[in-house]
């Protein structure tokens, strides 16, 4: 997934984001849920707010009941401004298997 959207960094989740949990929702059969089950974000530079963020998430690993996700934010001079890796879980709804991702 590749998203673009300006920096507002004031607590704001903003539409138009592009990162590992939208992925895994995405990646998820009708009627499951998903959560987080580990985030680690490198921060390797800054981007001012009202600055252009591109992001692109990659999914590591995708399996029935867990999934790796890899976000990367650079800005629009290329420099490099995050690195995230998230592990997403797929919840079952209660007495039912883990369902297969799509």
Known sequence: MHGRRRSAWRGSNGDGRCDGAIGGFLNLAPGVRTTTLESKTYLLGASLEGSIALGETTPI???????????????????????TIQTKITLAAPNERTPKPR
């Open 61 to 83: 690993q995708i399996g029935r009941a867990t999934s790796v996700w890899q976000t990367r934010l650079t800005r629009e001079d290329g420099k490099k401004v995050s690195l």
